[in-house]
Every structure is written in structure tokens, then in C-alpha cells.
């Protein structure tokens, strides 16, 4: 690790304030709009109506809700915690304010700050080409720097894609997860509102990262961003996600559907820092598709919620296309992460590795749940699956429900598994350097996530490394 | 002799390892300046009081006493008797996997110095002592004994010590698994450790080693007995005859220095 890194760690270790001060906090909102709790035909009629939309999203969203609610909820995952969600409690659409802003200076004083505490107008200066942040169901900032617009590079709200590029999100959306693919895809589509619209046109390499954040706000509030991403031929892009809610004694639902299209020779990496309050739901639905020669990258980091539900996958489509998922999971006290990925390779010469870490601490517990399929036609193809879990304290837990469909005896498949603990000794052998046993085991875990952590950009990694530490001190929650 | 300023001393130790007792009574006091040998066949609890005196929670003090500068070691933890000024150059050092020897050895020199402590000086030191031990500076990024030869983790300690610059260093079998020229250069980063102000403890099976590093007095260990001392020609003599002709007559014997 360099100096700049440590100093900047040390620098945030100062902070000293835990997650409740640091992103736990809620502003007393005056919400233009704040509709009823619970969903119905006409909370969706009345979110396409105030969004302007054309008629067959509309309709696209009626039929969603009809699919939510003809199908049964997941048999699998934590059914116990799932069957725990009050739909009929929570609100679907939550407008904050009437315009979005274009400098941060349009911005309501309250949400700005809420913004300012989280660092986004600071980094947004230092490194990234585009910002948008999202606050409940709308986005109420976004910028790109100029240059990338020139380019031809698109990246707005999924609202504003929505009026502004209405043929490309119909050519697209829902492509890649249809309605139906699971309840919680279905709930999704049914009130979406908000995400990012990302368009790259061909041969166009957005070399600095774009990022958009989100934010829940208010108690029982559900969140349900929609984010579709299209790089064309040739064209590279980073996007990066991160998000955070305030502490509740009730639950609030966050539930995304996230689809890629990655076309011939293109590359697009998705980096996620998720670090929910404890009473969030978080069931995610990520999915891309991946052309001829495409790269795609999940670079997944799962911290806080309840309940987490994740499994990004990957279809190769085309020949030569490679996929990479990259997970990380930390289960404290009381949470499930219920993490994972998915392959599907579906022509040949195609390549995916996946890697998951997981911790789980106290009575926390983190599962594996992954899917690697190889079709008949993907001669010549390769899957690397590697698991590693690490367990902290004698009732943590920690599952791996691994499948495999492998229909081409003509691949290789690489699957390895492994369970550790905190090991007394190497404890040891670093309090005998004068750290303390929390240090010392601090430094062992961030060890652990250390393939994870040196994949993300600098100011990640450094944040994350300090939430990992606040998980650690438990202070969380 | 009033002069001499004791460092470590222990008084009748006894250690008990997954309830069987390998160490049985070993008093031995190591003053300011000195360097001392404990030597002795395998399995005769070197390793064991080593640990012990660290304090690792499976090699349990059930008996006697143990002070580092005056103060009672007994009731500290490793990190404070770390901080305390007592170091322990592993037989076996273990790999921290992800943790890299720069910022491991950064984490662990803040901690001696205290949370807020100034660090601006760190690279600068940690270069010199590479350096001096003829370590490359790509170990620097390396994950902590990850895949590191025998001789390399040996090294590795070595730096440690003089990155920490303990009161008393216990070096338990650090020549082995070095080739000459590595012996050389570990010796030679112990020697200019060395000092009037601290002290050390070389816990070895070979007297290769001292033949690098002179000590002041030699000790042989059986059974988990302190059952002879002598000065350094004991060590030559222990080279020639080996341990079976030292009997176990001076037994529990206290070992005057
Ligand atoms: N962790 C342990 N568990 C069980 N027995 C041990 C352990 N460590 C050491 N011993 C036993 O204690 C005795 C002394 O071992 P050790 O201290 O390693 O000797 P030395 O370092 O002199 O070779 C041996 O009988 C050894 O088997
Ligand atoms: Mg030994």
C-alpha cells in the first residue's frame, strides 16, 4: 500500500464517528410529492403520469404489477426474512423536489448537505467524468463533464433517458431481465423510478469512472432505480454505484434492476459499494449481456441491510467474450447476505472467473449462492469459481450453494471452496508486534478483502477499508 | 556487578502446554548489554518458554515469574509486553495473507509510537534497514511471509526488530534455514542491534550461528531444565560432543550469570 493510501486511511480514521453520524443520519424533507404507502394500479398509473411517460411504458408497468403479484415469493435465499416484508407499509414514489439540479447550487440546501457529508461534489471535482445522485425515487443532481458529452457519451437519469432517447430504452429495455424473470424484477419494473441511462457510442473509451449514488431518505421508503447501460462496439466505461440509507427502526425496501449490454469488442465495468442501514431489504436484480469479444465486470461489494439478495450475472453471448464478477460480502450482527454470481456461457471460446469473499462476524451470516452454465455450443469455454469465506467469532456462519450446468464436455471448469477462521496464531504473531488484538484482526481482515479492495479506485478502497473497520468495532446499527 | 542493569529476568518458570508441562522451573536474568544462548536438543521447550515469555495463550506461566525492566510481564498482554520492549523473532512466522510487509510493519511501528505519533519519517527508515539487511524493496509490497523462502521470513524478523527496537530480542532458531551468506547478513543486522541499552536471547539447536554472533553466556536446555551454563566456549564444546554427555545432575539448578 503506498503512503498516499495510508495517509488518507489515517486521515479517515480520525473521523471517529460511526455509521449512524456518518450516513445514519435523515433530513426532515419537505417532499413535493409523497404519495401513499402501498401499491396498486393506480400508484402506478399515477407515477407514469407524473413522469410524463409514453403509453407503452405504461403499460409495460401494469403488467409488471400484475406479474409481482401473481408470483409467489422466492422459495429459496431467507424465506423466513423475506416473508417478513410488509408491501402494504411501504411507499413506492417519493418525489423530493420538482426540478433537477444542474450545479449543485440548484440543489436544496438540505439535500446538499446530505450529499456533502457523503463526499460526492468532492470527488466529483478530483476524479470522476460524471455525477448523478439520486435522493428516494428521483435523481435530483446530475453532471458530465463536458468533453464526454462532446464525445457523444450519454449518461442521464433513467427518466430523462426515457424522454429524451425513447428508442433506444424501448430496444432495450428489458431485454436483458424481462418482466417475469423473479418478483422482485417485476416489482421493479412495475414503479421503477430513477437509475442512470448510460449510452457509449462506438470506440468511445470513457477513461474516468462515472458514478451515481443513492440515497434512501425516509422511513419504509422503497427505492426502485432502474439502470441500463449500452456500451457500443468498441466503446469502454466504468460506472460506479454507490449507496447508503439512514438508521430506522422499520424496514425500507431497496430493490434495483440493473441491465449491461456489452456489444462486440466493447468493456464495461460495474462497481458497486453498497452499505445499507441495518433495517434495509436489498434485493437486486444485475444482469448483462456480453457480444463477440466483449468484457464485462461485476465488481460487487455488499456491507449492512438486513437481507441482501444479489447475484450479478453474466451471459456471453459471443464468441471470445469474457466475464468477471468480483463479490465481496460482510455479514455483521443480525444480517444475511445472501450474495453471489452467474455465468451463462452460450458460445464458444467464451471465459468467466468469479470470485467471492465473504465475512461474517457475530451471528452474521453469508451465503454463496452461484450458477455456472455452460451450454452445448460453448465448446472451448472456461469457468475459474473461487470461494473464500472467513469467519469471526464462533457463531458466524457461512454457506456455499454452488451449481453447475455444464452441457460441453470440451471446457474447463475450476471450482474451489474455502472456509477459514481468524487464526489464533496469526493473531498472535501480530499483537507480538505491539498491535492490539482489534488491529491485529482488523489488519487480517482487510488481508482477506485485499483482492477485492485493490480493484476499486483509490477513494474506494479507502472507504471501504474504513467501513470495514466500523463493521469490525461493531458500531454499526 | 551492581552496576548491571537487568532487562529480562525470570525466576523459576514453568510451562504448561495442552496440559502437559514442558518447561519446569528455568530462572535466567539477561542484563543491559548482554547476549545469551539458549541451546539445546528439539523438543527440550526452548520454543515453548520463547512463546511463554511472549505470551502466546496456549503456552501457559503456571509457575514463577517473569520481569521485563523491573515490571511483571505476567499479567500483560503480547501487545503490551511488545510495546513494552520485548520482541520475539519467530521459529515459524506466519503468513498474513493481503497484508503487505510495508504496511504490516507501518501498523506495527505506529502502535509502538502511540496512535497520533508522527509517522513522516517511516519510509525513509524502512528503506535504510531493507537496505542494510539486503532485503529487495519489492518485499516492501509483499504479502506478509506469503510464499516466502525460510530464509527470506528470517530476514523478514530481523527487520522487524530493528524497525522496532526492542529492549530484549528473542531470536528463536533464526539461523536456520539460511545459506552462509544469508547467516551473515542476519548476524550482522543482529550485531548492529546490539547495544549497551538492550539485550538478546538467541534460542538455538546449531552453533553456527554464534560463531557470527558472540554470546556472553551459553545455556543448554533439556528436558525443560536450564541443566548447564558456561560461556561461549561452551557453545564450541556442545558443537564437538553434543547434548548427551550435559547431564541432567545440575538440574533446577539456578543458573548464576
Ligand atoms: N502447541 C503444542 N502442542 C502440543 N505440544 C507442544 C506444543 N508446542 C510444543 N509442544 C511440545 O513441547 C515440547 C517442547 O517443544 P519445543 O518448545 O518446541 O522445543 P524446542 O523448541 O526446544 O525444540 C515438545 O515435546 C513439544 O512436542
Ligand atoms: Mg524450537
Not at chain 1, 424496514?251 to 433495517?279: C, F, G, K
Not at chain 1, 460480502?329 to 443480525?334: E, N, P, R
Request: net charge negative.
Amino acid at each position: 500500500m503506498t503512503d498516499a493510501v495510508q495517509r488518507q486511511k489515517d486521515d479517515l480514521s480520525q473521523l471517529n464517528n460511526d455509521y449512524a453520524t456518518r450516513y445514519g443520519f435523515h433530513d426532515p424533507v419537505d417532499y413535493f410529492h409523497k404519495g401513499a404507502r402501498g401499491i396498486s394500479h393506480e400508484v402506478v398509473e399515477m407515477i407514469s403520469k407524473m413522469k410524463n411517460e409514453p403509453r407503452w411504458m405504461a403499460e409495460i408497468r401494469h403488467h409488471a404489477l400484475d406479474v409481482f403479484n401473481s408470483k409467489p415469493t422466492p422459495r429459496w435465499g431467507n424465506t423466513k426474512l423475506l416473508n417478513e416484508i410488509v408491501y402494504e407499509n411501504i411507499y413506492y414514489f417519493m418525489k423530493p423536489i420538482e426540478q433537477q439540479g444542474k450545479s449543485w447550487d440548484d440543489v436544496p440546501e438540505y439535500i446538499r448537505r446530505t450529499f456533502d457529508k457523503l463526499g460526492i461534489p468532492e470527488a466529483e471535482k478530483n476524479f470522476l467524468g460524471g455525477v448523478s445522485a439520486q435522493y428516494e425515487s428521483e435523481v435530483v443532481y446530475h453532471s458530465m463533464r463536458e468533453d464526454l458529452t462532446k464525445k457523444g457519451v450519454v449518461f442521464l437519469d433513467m427518466d430523462a433517458g426515457l424522454r429524451e432517447y425513447p428508442e433506444i430504452i424501448k430496444k432495450y429495455f428489458g431485454t436483458v431481465i424481462p418482466t417475469d424473470d423473479n418478483k422482485f424484477a417485476a416489482l421493479n419494473t412495475a414503479v421503477w423510478s430513477g437509475g442512470s441511462f448510460i449510452y457509449v457510442p462506438p470506440g468511445v473509451d470513457v477513461a474516468v469512472p462515472l458514478q451515481a449514488y443513492f440515497r434512501i431518505n425516509a422511513e419504509n421508503m422503497g427505492q426502485f432505480e432502474r439502470t441500463l447501460i449500452i456500451a457500443d462496439k468498441g466503446a469502454r466505461v466504468h460506472y460506479i454505484e454507490g449507496c447508503t440509507a439512514p438508521v430506522y427502526s422499520t424496514d425500507s425496501l431497496h430493490s434495483a434492476v440493473v441491465e449491461l449490454i456489452a456489444l462486440e469488442d466493447s468493456y464495461i465495468r460495474y462497481t458497486t459499494i453498497q452499505n445499507w442501514a441495518r433495517n434495509i431489504y436489498n434485493l437486486v436484480t444485475k444482469r448483462a449481456t456480453a457480444h463477440k469479444n466483449a468484457t464485462v465486470e461485476w465488481v460487487d461489494g455488499n456491507l449492512g441491510s438486513r437481507l441482501t439478495m444479489k447475484y450479478p450475472c453474466i451471459q456471453l453471448v459471443g464468441e471470445g467474450a469474457r466475464g468477471e464478477i468480483l463479490s465481496v460480502a460482510f455479514a455483521g450482527q443480525d444480517q444475511h447476505q445472501d450474495a453471489g454470481a452467474k455465468v451463462i456461457h452460450a458460445a464458444p471460446n467464451t471465459s468467466s472467473r468469479i470470485t467471492s469473499k465473504s465475512i461474517s462476524k457475530d451471528n452474521g451470516r453469508a451465503s454463496y449462492r452461484g450458477l455456472a452454465k455452460i451450454h452445448k455450443n460453448a465448446t472451448n469455454s472456461k469457468i475459474s469459481v473461487e470461494c473464500d469465506a472467513l469467519l469471526i467469532g464462533e457463531d458466524a456462519r457461512s454457506d456455499t450453494y454452488p451449481t453447475m450446468e455444464i452441457d460441453n464436455d470440451q471446457v474447463r471448469v475450476e471450482h474451489e471452496a474455502r472456509v477459514s477462521k481468524v487464526a489464533e496464531e496469526q493473531l498472535f504473531y501480530l499483537t507480538s508486534r505491539g498491535l492490539t488484538e482489534d488491529d491485529a484482526r482488523l489488519l487480517i481482515v482487510n488481508g482477506f478483502m485485499e483482492p477485492f479492495t485493490k480493484e476499486l479506485p483509490l477513494e474506494y478502497a479507502v472507504e471501504l477499508n474504513r467501513l470495514i473497520e466500523l463493521e469490525m468495532e461493531g458500531s454499526i446499527g | 556487578m551492581s552496576d548491571k542493569k537487568p532487562l529480562l529476568s525470570f525466576n523459576d518458570v514453568h510451562v504448561e502446554v495442552e496440559g502437559k508441562e514442558v518447561v519446569r522451573g528455568v530462572t535466567l536474568t539477561i542484563n543491559a548489554g548482554e547476549t545469551h544462548a539458549i541451546m539445546g536438543p528439539n523438543g527440550s521447550g526452548k520454543s515453548s518458554l520463547s512463546q511463554a515469555l511472549m505470551g502466546h495463550p496456549s503456552y501457559a506461566i503456571t509457575r514463577g515469574e517473569a520481569f521485563l525492566k523491573g515490571e511483571s510481564i505476567l499479567d500483560m498482554d503480547p501487545d503490551e509486553r511488545s510495546r513494552a520492549g520485548l520482541f520475539l523473532a519467530f521459529q515459524y512466522p506466519l503468513a498474513i495473507p493481503g497484508v503487505t510487509v510495508a504496511n504490516f510493519m507501518r501498523s506495527a511501528l505506529q502502535s509502538h509510537r502511540g496512535k497520533d505519533a508522527d509517522m513522516s519519517d517511516f519510509r525513509k527508515l524502512f528503506k535504510a534497514e531493507m537496505n542494510a539487511l539486503g532485503i529487495d524493496h519489492v518485499f516492501a509490497t509483499r504479502y506478509l511471509n506469503e510464499g516466502f523462502s525460510g530464509g527470506e521470513k528470517k530476514r523478514i524478523e530481523i527487520l522487524q526488530m530493528a524497525m522496532l527496537q526492542p529492549s530484549v530480542a528473542i531470536l528463536d532458531e533464526t539461523d536456520s534455514g539460511l545459506d552462509i551468506d544469508a547467516l551473515k547478513t542476519v548476524a550482522e543486522g543482529i550485531n548492529r542491534f546490539h547495544n549497551d541499552n538492550n539485550g538478546i536471547l538467541l534460542v538455538t539447536h546449531y552453533q553456527r550461528l554464534l560463531n557470527y554472533v558472540k554470546p556472553d553466556y551459553v545455556h543448554v536446555m533439556k528436558a525443560g531444565h536450564l541443566v548447564k551454563s558456561g560461556g561461549p566456549e561452551l557453545a564450541l564444546e556442545l558443537e564437538d560432543r553434543g547434548y548427551d554427555w550435559v547431564v541432567g545432575e545440575e538440574e533446577n539448578q539456578k543458573v548464576e550469570v
